[in-house]
């Protein structure tokens, strides 16, 4: 059990089914299984997962709702309807869903598709990111592309990935948080992995994983100072404050302040804020 969880442990396993109703006094529904605490639980179908604590389930998952807290692990994949998770949870396959939602630490081992992605706080992607709307407001590391109609980047952590594309793409300095600093450390390869949170005195927290599963490695820190690094962006309008990029390509294109661009290929309008550096720019006729 974790440190600081003394007392608080329910082990629950559940191998079969069928003996639930025994165990908890005929009040468990098999189809909307919780882990509280500690537990186990096996890959399947179900309408609502849900866990609270340290549990884990070995398998892949299928569920209309998802909902994790605390230090969770699912090792495989997960296809559901809504994906919520709150604290630092680990997936180590793939995650599918009509709505992603992180308010803590995630780390997917593969790639995410959702029709609506929204992460507060960290997060990493062992593969690429799509999703109609995209929107991140934390630090975070994506080994493929975030790819969405809407792309809309806060950034209040160190950030990378791949690439970006979109039809509107805008990426900004966060709001310093008065101080207050997120670290989130994902080690190793993903998946079993043993989470710690440490929280002193509500201004810092620190999460890191550890162990072996999913492919991604990635160090995100979350805190007041914000960059993302990527190789490319593509968008139609693309507005971009502490970019690091090798090329930027769009129809209107705004590199503000704090970025440093490469190349930039654009078809109607360019502005380049006095505090951005651009080394090469081409007005292109498409």
Known sequence: MKKGMQGFGVNINLGGLGGLGG????????KNPKITGAGNLPGGKYETLTISGAGKV????EAKS??????????????????????SCTVTGRIVADEVSSGGALKAGRNIKAGKFDARGAFSAGG??????????GGFGVDGRIKAEEIEIELNGRCHAKA?????????????SGGSAVSVSFGGRGGDAGASAVSSGGSAVSVAFGGRGGDAGASVVSGS????????IEG???TLEATRAEVVKGKRVNI????????VEYTEELKVDKEAKVEKSERTGK
Request: a negative charge.
């Open 128 to 137: 690429d990111v799509e999703a109609k709307t995209f929107r991140a407001s």
């Open 256 to 263: 503000g302040a704090g970025c440093e661009i490469e190349r």
């Open 23 to 30: 165990m908890f006094g005929g009040q468990a529904d098999p």
């Open 236 to 238: 139609d309008k693309v």
């Open 225 to 232: 100072e914000g960059s993302l690094e990527v190789e490319s």
């Open 66 to 87: 998802v909902r994790l807290a605390g230090a969770s692990t699912i090792n495989g994949n997960v296809k559901a309807g809504t994906f919520e998770a709150n604290g």
């Open 58 to 61: 070995d398998g892949d998952v």
């Open 164 to 176: 970006l594309e979109g039809s509107k793409i805008s990426v900004k300095r966060g709001v310093s």
